[in-house]
């Protein structure tokens, strides 16, 4: 095959069996790779109603087809299964080295079933595949593991995607990780991970990937790198990668500050903002096949951390910890960051319940008692302890362990305090401060409350103020922009007004995650760059050039369409109702009390509308949310 | 006036481009084995080598991909022949 290294692994602990599979030709050109396959495996095999952490759940890593080439950003795995902590498709992504280690020892993706007699890890070096003892990997972290295993193998080489103790015991946000800094973090695939006791899958690869028209296929990458560069984003977030999002969030007043408390936290610009970027990070650092370079390698300088070195000062955690935690000093997210990333946690999970757990504190439903330490807003040692509390399940941690949603249940009066959509943790920034196409993507979102799979590719952080206030959002780019930007004319017109002054939120909402499914199906990034400028006429060219398979633009974007309704359908099969649509009550009751946003909250009514708008959008009902006859078999999605 | 080769390791950021394009530049495939390049990874520390195979053909499709400056060229003056 082409571009396809044509099989799957499929492997069974408890039986300790290994079955290759060979791709079927049919499966593949519909559900195209990544994302696409995994939503195609989990709604085909499991059983709905399983237990997330049993032996039934299976957890599937698939890597995007264009993985292993030098199309630009070319690295990305999604990995699934069902989640442990929102109870429905969960499903992660992340790029680095793993995915084209794994192409190269000539398999598009792994399937994990079944549940290891004891601690086991998985050697997949070319042909050879082995299940070898883990027991002396059990209890270390992440980054010791990633170490051990490479001695074990004298290979520096080998890339490694394995859980901490936070997935060993069950902490339902434990990440996998991916190497020493990357991570499928969201949605708690660790913890399925280590109820298979299962530590890691290292990989080796030191095949090939084929093309099916090089001359071609070599034009196109060409067009797609001239393509990324040409974006307006791509300077800025070469220089300071995702944490240029520290300043529009602060000028709009929509931070997270204090657990959602406040939109406006005085000194983030100074302590928290951008600028600080260059006080702990000079050079770039990429995943295979990147020209963009986003993760920054940071060193923190001076203070109680001083000489701590990794990579990445990323937006992220610098949101969940420096403003939902309200702690100032930068240094100490980075810290943060390594002991999640050694313990293998969410560091969006894992930042939000310890601003849940500041919130209890500072409405006297938790005490210091009850914890061992102080927490008050801002607290750097006490935060750092309660991770490891979480991961290890200590005292209080033990209960945080189960998500905030099982937490706010567990303790009397804590449940206003858990900010969640769908079970899963908000990340980033207020809607009350901000509502826009990425708010939106809060509630339509099929893992939860989450900022990655709903991203207007045109969005204007300038901009805050609407015509019409939840159904659009400015647009504000010239028009060369919105001539430029790869979309079908007839959906153009039907998401902005003319002359492209405003975007439709609610259509662009299903855009954009129709888009973002496809990326997460062939392998490429959704940084801005990417996003902006890589639309589905590339990636039509991209992967018939690569594989040999011909497909139309309208083909491509229908296929996102396609596997974002298959996850849909499995989250119906799981329950999902209409009624889990909302955001936390303190949005549509509490004004934001300081900044620029103060006194605003949520509009039930607007916010519902726009729900009915997008659910239309879609072709589902929007009683059930289900997609209807019609639409599946458009899609193909009714046998 | 002739290209020649510069090679900055520290501004690596190791997406290992220059090889990927390598391998598909003079076979059929990408391999990164077959490649007249290689990036190693020390990932732990984000440092990055870069080594040329003596089978190098010069040829510096390497420096036009790179996105980061570690692969650059740069116009030299032609080198006298021989004799003159």
């Not at chain 1, 647009?475 to 902005?496: R, S, T």
């Amino acid at each position: 095959m082409n571009g396809y290294a044509g099989k799957l692994l499929d492997i069974d602990l408890s039986t300790a069996t290994i079955q290759e599979k060979i791709l079927d030709e049919q499966l593949a050109r519909k559900y195209l790779s990544g994302l696409g396959f995994n939503a195609e495996i989990l709604y085909r095999e499991l059983q709905p109603g399983i237990d997330p952490l049993g032996p039934e759940n299976i957890l599937v890593f698939n890597v995007g087809v264009m993985v292993g080439t030098n199309i630009p950003t070319a690295s990305r795995i999604e990995a699934s299964a069902k989640s442990p902590l929102t109870g429905r498709f969960g499903t992660t992504n992340s790029g680095n080295y793993w995915g084209s280690e794994l192409k190269f020892a000539g398999y598009d993706g792994v399937i994990v079933r079944g549940r290891a007699e004891k601690p086991t890890y998985v050697l997949i070096r070319d042909e050879e595949v082995k299940f070898l003892d883990g027991g002396h990997l059990w209890g270390k972290d992440c980054w010791e593991a990633i170490d051990l295993i490479r001695a074990d193998h004298r290979d520096p080489e080998i890339q490694v995607a394995l859980i901490g103790p936070a997935g060993e015991n069950l902490v339902r946000f434990a990440s996998i990780e991916n190497g020493y800094y990357d991570a499928w973090a969201r949605t708690g695939l660790g913890a399925v991970m280590g109820s298979k006791n299962l530590k890691a899958i290292a990989v080796r690869g030191t095949g090939s990937v084929k093309v099916a028209h090089k001359r071609e296929f070599l034009s196109a990458v060409d067009e797609t790198r001239r393509a990324i560069v040409s974006s307006p984003f791509f300077g800025a977030f070469s220089k300071f990668g995702s944490m240029l999002a520290t300043g529009p969030y602060h000028e709009f007043g929509a931070l997270p500050g204090r657990n959602f408390q406040t939109g406006y936290l005085p000194t983030w610009w100074e302590t928290r903002g951008r600028p600080q970027v260059p006080k702990f990070s000079k050079r770039g650092v990429g995943c295979i096949a990147c020209n963009i370079a986003c993760a920054h390698w940071a060193e923190v300088k001076e203070g109680p951390f001083a000489g701590l070195k990794m990579k990445d000062l990323e937006v992220t955690p610098v949101f969940a910890f420096g403003a939902q935690c309200d702690i100032e000093d930068l240094s100490v997210v980075v810290k943060a960051t390594e002991v999640c990333q050694r313990l293998g946690m969410d560091l969006v999970s894992a930042g939000s319940s310890v601003a849940f757990a500041m919130e209890l504190v500072q409405r006297g439903i938790l005490t210091r008692d009850d914890l061992g330490f102080e927490l008050p807003w801002g607290e750097v040692e006490g935060s750092l302890q309660l991770l490891e509390d979480i991961a290890l399940r200590k005292g209080v941690g033990a209960v945080l362990a189960e998500g905030t949603g099982r937490a706010g249940e567990k303790i009397a009066g804590a449940m206003d305090c858990a900010m969640t959509v769908k079970g899963l943790e908000i990340p980033m920034y207020d809607p009350r401060g901000r509502w826009s196409t990425w708010t939106l993507g809060f509630l339509t979102n099929l893992r939860g409350g989450d900022h990655l799979r709903s991203r207007n590719p045109v969005e204007n952080l300038k901009y805050n103020e609407n015509i019409e206030p939840y159904r659009t959002e400015k647009f504000g780019f010239d028009l060369k922009l919105y001539e430029q930007l790869d979309m079908p004319a007839a959906v153009k017109e039907d998401i902005f007004t003319a002359p492209a002054g405003e975007v439709n939120v609610a259509k662009m909402a299903k855009w954009a995650e129709d888009l973002l499914a496809l990326y997460n199906s062939l392998g490429i990034c959704i940084r801005p760059p990417v996003l902006q400028q890589v639309g589905p006429t590339l990636m039509a060219k991209l992967y018939t050039t690569l594989t040999g398979w011909e497909i139309t633009p309208e083909e491509m974007i229908q296929a996102g369409e396609r596997i974002w309704n298959l996850q849909k359908l499995f989250n119906l099969r799981e329950g999902e109702a209409r009624s889990e649509h909302v955001f936390p009550e303190r949005f549509y009751r509490v004004p934001l009390p300081e900044g620029p946003a103060a006194g605003r909250v949520l509009d039930r009514e607007r916010v519902e509308a726009a729900l009915d708008e997008y659910f239309q959008a879609r072709g589902w009902d929007p009683a059930t949310t289900g997609p209807g006859t019609e639409k599946l078999q458009e899609l193909g999605l009714r046998q | 006036m002739a290209k020649e080769l510069v090679i900055n390791p520290q501004r690596c950021i190791g997406c290992t481009t220059c090889a990927l394009t390598c391998s598909i530049t003079y076979g059929e495939d990408f391999n990164l084995n077959r490649a007249f390049v290689q990036i190693l990874k020390d990932d732990r520390k984000g440092l990055f080598s870069i080594a040329f195979s003596s089978a190098c053909k010069g040829c510096k499709k390497c420096a036009e991909v790179c996105p980061s400056g570690a692969l650059r060229t740069i116009e030299v003056a032609d080198k006298p022949k021989e004799g003159q």
